[in-house]
């Protein structure tokens, strides 16, 4: 199953902190950010302050062992090109700005917020001179996490690991707060794990223990995700982050249904859609009818499967391109166990028509199970025919090496009904062992 990928925040402190940094900017901080400055435009101490203090001061401003005077940090900021903030009113008043805008985005209200960003970038330069650097990249890190931009995280997060030694308690959080995140793009599970595990030692907050929640979700611990699912669910709603608590209540749904305790999948799908009518986010509404709809369809009860992944449609956008793909993906599946196969190659037309009109590019799990299921163009009942169950197969291999656990277990039901089809019963077992299926 896919959730979207919640951008956890809190921002709590970053007010507090303009004001810390604001009130102590001559030092060490305004020393890293100089230094920074000065190497990225290859000039040497010497041509950085001649005429305005020695190399020894500037030596020390750097390395954070001396204060400077208003002036002087003044006339070595102009001579790198940099924008001095006159006052602290105004650092204080823009790190009130920066807060607001991650809140903005935390609470799920994503164009209000990208018009705070859009304002608040007009001032990026000023940011990047001055001591709320460190909170400006922690804002511009989320909301590149928010357009999936991952080249640009990585790049980010490199210019933030810079300031690690300035870090406040609350930006070490987030700094492993967006390596974990960084690592479950990567599919690197165990690696995000330890992030986010590094980030609840320094604050247990909902929003943390929901991306735990994910992340074993997405490793194939169902019981951990149930675990740290269930607790995040408790503590976001009594903090009133009602879009992330929907989301974590479909890993949790979903973990039931992958660990085939269907009454409960159910009963917390079903809390969850109750609690999309208040979101009024439409994306979410899509999330818990295409995962009722897709457990529906695992459990082989095709009509409710249809009813649901129906209504999931009707919740889509033009640039939908991955959400559109699995959902037609569903109903052709749908259909053919309804045995309305005329239905079903309509729909695996419509899929491949929209992969391959589409902006973004598939990959290679996805044009592989299209290859797959166009068996289906040509026989009822293909699942003895020649290649079909090599193409099966190949679509399994590639969701085990690019996907989450859920798209093994997905493939993997299909595949040992098809090793029992064709007489490979023992490696119907061996799959079913190492898959855990009943």
């Given at each position: ?11 709590h402190n970053i007010k507090s902190n303009a004001k810390r940094l604001g009130k102590h900017r001559e030092g060490a901080m305004i020393g890293t950010i100089i230094k920074r400055h000065r190497l990225d435009q290859n000039m040497s101490q010497e041509s950085l302050c001649a005429g305005i203090c020695a190399v020894s001061y500037l030596s020390k401003i750097e390395n954070g062992q001396a204060k400077s005077s208003h002036e002087i940090l003044a006339l070595l900021f102009n ?360």
């Amino acid at each position: 199953m896919l959730f979207n990928l919640t951008i956890p925040t809190t921002c709590h402190n970053i007010k507090s902190n303009a004001k810390r940094l604001g009130k102590h900017r001559e030092g060490a901080m305004i020393g890293t950010i100089i230094k920074r400055h000065r190497l990225d435009q290859n000039m040497s101490q010497e041509s950085l302050c001649a005429g305005i203090c020695a190399v020894s001061y500037l030596s020390k401003i750097e390395n954070g062992q001396a204060k400077s005077s208003h002036e002087i940090l003044a006339l070595l900021f102009n001579r790198l090109g940099l924008p001095f903030p006159e006052t602290i009113g105004e650092i204080e008043k823009c790190g009130a700005e920066i807060y607001e805008a991650i809140q903005t985005l935390l609470l799920g209200e994503k164009e209000e917020a990208a018009m705070q960003y859009q304002m608040l970038s007009l001032n990026q330069g000023v940011f990047l001179a001055s001591p709320l650097v460190i909170d400006w990249l922690i804002l511009e890190l989320y909301f590149a996490i928010d357009k999936r931009d991952f080249a640009e995280v990585s790049e980010k997060l490199v210019d933030l690991e810079v300031y690690a030694k300035h870090f406040t308690s609350n930006q070490r959080y987030h700094a492993y707060m967006l390596k974990g995140l960084v690592a479950v793009n990567e599919v690197s599970f165990d690696a995000a794990l330890d992030a986010f595990i590094q980030a609840m030692h320094i604050r247990r907050d909902g929003l943390i223990i929901a991306q735990l929640a994910m992340t074993y979700f997405y490793k194939g611990d169902y019981v951990s995700a149930i675990t740290f699912g269930d607790e995040a669910y408790i503590e976001l709603m009594d903090a009133g982050y009602l879009t992330v608590a929907i989301e974590v209540s479909g890993i949790v749904a979903t973990a039931y249904s992958n660990l085939e305790q269907i009454d409960k999948a159910l009963h917390v799908y079903k809390r969850q859609l109750n609690l999309t009518r208040s979101s009024g986010q439409t994306m979410v509404r899509y999330s818990v009818n295409y995962n009722i709809g897709a457990t529906y369809l695992l459990m082989g009860d095709f009509e409710n499967a249809r009813l649901y992944l129906n209504q999931a449609i009707d919740c889509l956008g033009p640039d939908d391109v991955w959400r559109t793909y699995y959902l037609y993906q569903k109903l052709v599946l749908c259909y053919i166990g309804l045995g309305q196969l005329t239905e079903a190659r309509s729909w695996l037309d419509k899929l491949e028509t929209h992969l391959a009109t589409s902006e973004g590019k598939p990959d290679a799990s996805m044009i592989q199970s299209i290859k797959w299921l166009g068996h289906y163009k040509h026989h009822d009942d293909p699942i003895q025919e020649p290649g079909y169950l090599d193409d099966l197969k190949a679509t399994f291999d590639l969701a085990k090496r690019d996907s989450h656990y859920g798209f093994q277990l997905f493939y993997g039901q299909y595949l040992a009904e098809a090793y029992k089809a064709n007489r490979r019963y023992k490696d119907a077992l061996m799959l079913m062992e190492s898959l855990k299926l009943s």
